[in-house]
């Protein structure tokens, strides 16, 4: 893919707004509570490597709550997702890292592509969470492999009402 279809892409996958599952991270939330997460989506421990990587769109989140005005730009997909959302007061630095499956490898930017739309979702789609209820994908696309990921859950669905997650296997080029 050349680097301007890939911008493009990045680019269309920001500036949408998130599916009919937008504003909660997937989870049972904390009954009476602001914040955290009750129980509901199993959770992955992270080895050295994820850590440094989940720090990383930690940071990039952070940089785009504290400054909503800057055009400051990310090589990798992934970061720029982080930025954007935090340049739309979305914080994901406390969203919890999931582990899910997905039919078929992820695409190497570590955003799923919305086929039907010609464009990148704003994450990497998920059929279904670990402890979780698939969304249908196996009716489509279950004579593909599968493939377990994990990453940070986003607080918006995509375009099939999938859940999306910031992937912690991309290698981050920032």
Same mark, same amino acid.
């Given at each position: 893919m050349n =680097? $301007?279809?890939? %911008?493009?892409?990045?680019?269309? %996958?920001?500036?949408?707004?998130?599916?009919?599952?937008?504003?909660?991270?997937? @989870?049972?939330? $904390?009954?009476?509570?602001?914040?955290?997460? =009750?129980?509901?989506?199993?959770? @992955?421990?992270?080895?050295?490597?994820?850590q440094k990587m989940l720090s990383q769109i930690q940071e990039v989140?952070?940089?785009?709550?504290?400054?909503?005005?800057c055009c400051e730009s990310y090589y990798t997909p992934v970061l720029q997702v982080a930025f954007d959302a935090g340049q739309k007061g979305i914080d994901i630095t406390s969203a919890p890292v999931v582990s899910g499956i997905r039919y078929g490898?992820?695409?190497?930017?570590?955003?799923?592509?919305?086929?039907? %739309?010609?464009r990148s979702e704003r994450g990497l789609?998920?059929? $279904?969470?670990? =402890?979780?209820?698939?969304?249908?994908?196996?009716?489509?696309? =279950?004579? $593909?492999k599968q493939y377990s990921y994990h990453g940070v859950l986003l607080p918006y669905r995509g375009s099939d009402g999938e859940p999306l997650i910031l992937p912690l296997h991309v290698e981050y080029l920032d």
């Open positions: =680097g $301007r279809r890939l %911008a493009a892409r990045v680019w269309d %996958a920001l500036t949408r707004d998130g599916g009919s599952g937008s504003g909660n991270f997937g @989870h049972a939330g $904390r009954p009476g509570e602001v914040g955290g997460s =009750g129980t509901g989506v199993a959770t @992955h421990e992270l080895s050295s490597t994820e989140n952070r940089r785009g709550l504290r400054d909503r005005e490898k992820s695409p190497e930017s570590g955003l799923s592509n919305n086929y039907s %739309a010609d789609s998920l059929s $279904r969470l670990d =402890g979780q209820k698939e969304i249908g994908s196996s009716v489509w696309f =279950g004579d $593909r």
